[in-house]
């Protein structure tokens, strides 16, 4: 695995897995036009589950505006990229207010690349990185009740089922 920086203004990070043939780019400006046309193409496989993403980025405008002025200027936001360079989906991690070795990963995937192993390759690929590179001693994520496919994806990545609420399950991935 290796990460390159990307950008003269503000180091992008890029990490690029050839064991999984994908690439996790974080998220700049050149990538605005990409972000907005897979989220406009699957708003009705986003919203299933009660995730934001469609109802966030209505316009082009809208992505720009969460990437050149970030609520939470701490959280790594990347693009996913298979081997064909197509963006496939998204993933993030963010870190926990009240203890930085903690962080939350949070993903979405276009429909028609769901169930083709490139959440699971890019969760594992995030992982090592927040683990060995970014000091982090926990991670989790958060899914809905109903998503059991992402949940799946957790479970398959090693997470393990910590706290259920009203809504949803938190499942959760510690160092070592």
């Not at 009740?145 to 479970?155: E, F, Q, Y």
Request: proline share 3%; charged share 30%.
């Amino acid at each position: 695995m290796e990460v390159k920086p990307e950008s003269e203004q503000r180091e992008q990070i890029e990490i690029h897995s050839e064991q999984f043939g994908i690439t996790l780019r974080e998220f700049g400006q050149e990538s605005i036009g990409e972000i907005f046309s897979l989220i406009d193409r699957n708003r009705d496989h986003l919203s299933q589950f009660g995730d934001d993403t469609a109802r966030k980025y209505k316009t082009p405008k809208s992505v720009e505006r969460s990437i050149t002025h970030q609520k939470n200027p701490a959280r790594l936001r990347f693009g996913i990229w298979n081997r064909e360079n197509e963006l496939v989906g998204s993933i993030n991690l963010t870190p926990d207010k009240d203890n930085p070795k903690r962080g939350e990963i949070g993903y979405y995937l276009g429909g028609k690349f769901v169930g083709k192993g490139y959440m699971r390759k890019s969760l594992l690929t995030l992982c090592d990185y927040a683990l060995n590179k970014l000091g982090y001693e926990e991670l989790y994520g958060e899914v809905s009740k109903d998503n059991l496919r992402s949940a799946n994806v957790l479970v398959k990545a090693g997470f393990k089922q910590t706290e259920i609420k009203a809504k949803t399950i938190i499942y959760s991935l510690l160092k070592g």
